[in-house]
């Protein structure tokens, strides 16, 4: 494991892979870098792969107080500044970590070289606002346990269950959240929606949504990648944590999208 203190932040960081090229794997709101362990043998072997656990989550250092977009942007580009990447990367996301990588191609154009967005939870509408506001809350007054069960009911649900083991542990990593963090992020959500940002990414994108996301289904997410100019919509047979619950199917739409643009 590595460690690297940047842009005010410490975070765990792990680089693989071999090739001219980088991806960054960026996972989603409750999980770690180790979302990505099972996505990584058609991702690696043909260019370097850098992922981490985002501010707050996982092994880097936990949020005290608010947490914005720009500040989880920036994060990546202080960890590819400080991990000698100068060259254009490629970004692929989960969830929460989808909008952190549109907001960074957004932030830092020239550094973005394509886009693979699983479910981008750029933020919430004004109808689900209080909702997000009061899990944030619940998380605060109660740990992660008080809202494990209706979370993982609507973003891994029984049809997606396709190995118990995994599903297990996943489990149980997610309940490892530190709550403070988890709230935060989640306020995040509800005080800045992003969403309004799509037109101006200007890389190649790849959209892609779960058949059984009942969080951010293909009738949310494809109407966002039409806002992208030239982007590609993809729906999966999964679910909201694609790279988990199914991730030969998430490892493979971002390897053949990048491969053919020679990424």
């Known amino acids: 494991m590595n460690w690297i203190e940047v842009n ?31 996505t990584l043998g058609a991702l690696n072997n043909s260019r370097r792969v850098l992922r981490y656990d985002t501010r707050g ?11 914005t977009w ?15 990447h100068t060259e254009k990367v490629a970004l692929a996301g989960i969830a929460v970590g989808g909008a952190i990588a549109a907001h ?7 550094r973005a070289a394509a886009l693979v967005l699983h479910g981008p939870a750029m933020g919430v509408g004004d109808d ?15 740990g992660m346990r008080s809202v494990v069960e209706t979370s ?33 992020i989640n306020r995040m959500l509800a005080r800045e929606n992003i969403e309004h940002e799509l037109p101006r990414i200007a890389c190649p994108a790849l959209f892609t949504a779960g058949r ?19 982007a590609q919509f993809l729906e999966l ?8 619950q199914t991730p030969g199917l998430m490892g493979q739409a971002i390897h053949y999208f990048l491969h053919a643009l020679g990424y």
């Not at 989550?57 to 947490?67: H, P, Q, R, Y």
């Not at 960074?104 to 020239?110: E, I, K, N, T």
């Not at 049809?159 to 709230?183: C, G």
């Open 70 to 84: 720009d500040q989880m942007a920036d994060d990546v580009a202080g960890l590819l500044d400080a991990t000698g």
């Open 104 to 110: 960074f191609a957004v932030r830092y154009p020239h």
């Open 57 to 67: 989550a996982g092994l880097s250092e936990k949020i005290g107080g608010s947490v």
């Open 237 to 244: 047979n999964t679910g909201h944590f694609a790279s988990v």
């Open 212 to 230: 059984h996301d009942s969080l951010r289904p293909p009738a949310v997410i494809q109407p966002m990648s039409e806002r992208v100019h030239g």
């Open 128 to 142: 689900r606002r209080q909702a997000t506001l009061d899990r944030a809350a619940s998380v605060e007054a109660g």
């Open 152 to 184: 993982l009911a609507a973003s891994y649900p029984p049809v997606v269950r396709l190995d118990d083991a995994v599903f297990a542990q996943f489990r149980a990593r997610w309940l490892a959240n530190d709550p403070q963090s988890f709230a935060a």
């Open 8 to 38: 005010g932040t410490s975070l765990r960081w792990e680089e693989s892979g071999e090739g001219p090229t980088t991806l960054v794997l960026i996972h989603e709101m409750g999980g770690t870098l180790d979302s990505w362990d099972r």
